[in-house]
C-alpha cells in the first residue's frame, strides 16, 4: 500500500442494504476523514476522526456510522442506505495538528437503487 | 459552523487568458485556505495554499490572495492552458475548541481552456 487506499472502487447497492467502504492508509496519519462529493454541492464532511479511538461528526453525518480502532484504519458504514446517499466518497488523512497536507484516497462511487 | 461559497460555479476562458476564482468564508477562525484541483473521474489534488498570516502567494503561473478583512480568497491562474482545464474547489480550515482542523469546502468552480 502506498499512500491513501478506499475499496470498493464503485458499488451498485439495493436501497436498504448495510454497505461499509473501507479506506486504509500506510502514511501514519493521525487524523482522517470521509466525504461525499455531489454535483453543485461540492465536497461535504460526513464523519472525522482526530486520532485512533476518537471520533466526531461533520457537516452531513445522518446515516452514516465510523470507527477508528486503529492508525490506518477508518471504515465508513451505511447502515441502511438510502438513494440519497449515491455518491461519490473520498476518504482523506493528513498529520493532526497541522492544517496542511491533506492527501485524498482514489474515491468510491457508489449508487443506491 | 463554517460556511464557504465559491463563485462562478462554471468559468470558460481562452487559450492564454487569465482565470481568477474567488470564495468567501463565514468564519473568522479560519486561518488555512487551501485549492484543490480535481480532473474527471479523479481524486482531488492541492496545487496551492495560503495561511491567514500572508496576503498573497504564487507558484508559477498560479496564485492565491487572501483578504483576512473581508474574509475571501481569490486563486488566480495566468496564461491558461487547456490541461488548466478541470474542477477547482477552494476550501477553509475550521478551528474550535479541541477539534482537529476539518477542511470545509466551496463548491467547486467548472473550468474549460478552450484552445
Known amino acids: 500500500i502506498a499512500g491513501i487506499t478506499q475499496a470498493p472502487t464503485s458499488q451498485i447497492l439495493a436501497a436498504g442494504r448495510r454497505m461499509t467502504l473501507r479506506c486504509t492508509q500506510d502514511m501514519r496519519h493521525n487524523a482522517m476523514y470521509w466525504y461525499r462529493q455531489d454535483l453543485g454541492l461540492g465536497l461535504r464532511l460526513i464523519h472525522y476522526?482526530?486520532?485512533?479511538?476518537?471520533?466526531g461528526k461533520g457537516e452531513v453525518p445522518d446515516g452514516y456510522s465510523v470507527s477508528r480502532a486503529n492508525t490506518d484504519d477508518f471504515p465508513l458504514t451505511l447502515a441502511s442506505a438510502v438513494p440519497s446517499q449515491t455518491s461519490v466518497y473520498f476518504c482523506a488523512s493528513k498529520m493532526e495538528n497541522t492544517n496542511y497536507g491533506y492527501t485524498f484516497g482514489s474515491g468510491t462511487r457508489l449508487t443506491v437503487v | 459552523g463554517e460556511n464557504v461559497e465559491q463563485h462562478p460555479s462554471t468559468l470558460s476562458v481562452q487559450e492564454g487568458d487569465s482565470a481568477v476564482i474567488k470564495c468567501t468564508y463565514s468564519d473568522s477562525a479560519s486561518n488555512y485556505f487551501p485549492w484543490y484541483k480535481q480532473e474527471l473521474g479523479k481524486r482531488p489534488q492541492l496545487i496551492i495554499d495560503i495561511r491567514s498570516n500572508v496576503g498573497e502567494k504564487k507558484d508559477q503561473r498560479i496564485a492565491v490572495t487572501l483578504n483576512k478583512t473581508a474574509k475571501h480568497f481569490s486563486l488566480h491562474i495566468t496564461e491558461t492552458q487547456p490541461e488548466d482545464s478541470a474542477v477547482y474547489f477552494c476550501?477553509?480550515?475550521?478551528?474550535?475548541?479541541?477539534?482537529?482542523?476539518?477542511?470545509?469546502f466551496g463548491t467547486g468552480t467548472l473550468l474549460a481552456v478552450q484552445p
Open positions: 476550501a477553509a480550515s475550521l478551528n474550535y475548541g479541541g477539534a482537529t482542523n476539518k477542511l470545509i
Open positions: 476522526s482526530n486520532t485512533a479511538g476518537t471520533t
